[in-house]
């Protein structure tokens, strides 16, 4: 019988105390096609399973399109991401792989992953509906936010910080489109907008809120987590 | 006349700003030997420049030299940060070139600096006592963080969490030991503690707490920092 990793249960946790609310977000770092380290900060979605297989969470984010660290993840399909929660000074460090699903109307669907995405793998194995999650996590960002995937192209110069006031400032759920240009937005913002998916196979769970502080490594092998105490630093 | 880039004005603001009281760490980016991206958080201690050059800013944090980090810094020089203040919704990215200042008891002293490092080789022209600066941190950070550096190889496999509790539990300050014991633990503790010196060439700071959201990169020309208004996303 498979279960959840302890690191899983350790982050769930974490992230329901009180003194956490507002720690969603952590860091993903990616390398560029010189080798160099880029990061930024990212909202954290959801984390999921293959039916039936716990052991093989995946974490979801989103981003867009356009952006570099897109190109960064398909030149170089690896990550670590940094999630300090500083209310329980709790810090969850995870490696792994990081894949792209875009919109079906771009070129880079159909991904066939390779055996080692254990829980990628899986999941395609499932016919897990992809484009159905993209929805609907697409559908819970506040209006607001999903106007942020119909601005120029990110990172592009512009002429004034007033000029964003020009923008889409709103873009309603799927069916609640009221005009021609609801709907364009929609469209356009649909199609920049994709997920990112983390296959773990390390995560590094550092405690300081606790005295002696603890720190715990769980390493995937063949599906199953090994956990270690190490030295904290 | 140089002068500071505004960057480091938005950044000192924004950590003078109460919402941002708890918001003094960043995750520092990395990749190691064979390209992959790591990320960890890392506390902030100073920014700095050269006597005479507030447009060389240098941002000093501090770490173990133990650690792989280290290493993987030793390797490639460069990183990138991400500093989320969640409280004004402010992100500073910076990336940078990275050096390590060791005790001088170690090996990897002397490091001249190349040109490209304006603000380090500035430091250098100097004669900046970095061993100075090196004890004045060392001894401004609470004695039980410093025992941190008196434990066995950070990330080696313990047997138990408890085992911690047989190590040193606090080191002194300079000048305070009370024994042979407090005197080997300082020594111990002061061969592994390290600076950490970035010097920044491109930061990119995004507002997520004005509405329209706003995006500035700043870009380091020769020791000038040219700024532009860019497209968040």
Redesign the interface.
Known sequence: MMTSPRWVDALTQALSFPENE??N?Y?????DAE???????FMHREILHPDGFPNLPVLLTTT?V??PKVTQIYC?P?????W?M?GSQD?F?V?GSVRIVTSPRTLCQAETYEEGLLALSKFQEQDYDWERKRLEIFDSISSDRKA?WC???????????ED??K?PQTVPRLGEAQSEEDKRNQERALDNFALVLIEPTEVDWTQLGVN???RT?FTRNDGEWIE??????
Chains 1, 2 share one sequence.
Not at 27 to 31: G, N, P, R, S
Not at 228 to 233: C, D, G, M, Y
């Open positions: 507002y720690e977000t860091q993903l770092a990616t390398v080798s160099m380290p880029h990061v930024r900060t867009d356009r952006t170089h690896f990550t670590e991401l940094a300090w500083s810090q460090r490696f942020g601005t120029p192209l990110p990172g592009s110069v512009m002429h004034s910080y964003a006031k923008w002696p502080w603890r490594r270690e105490i190490i030295v904290a630093s």
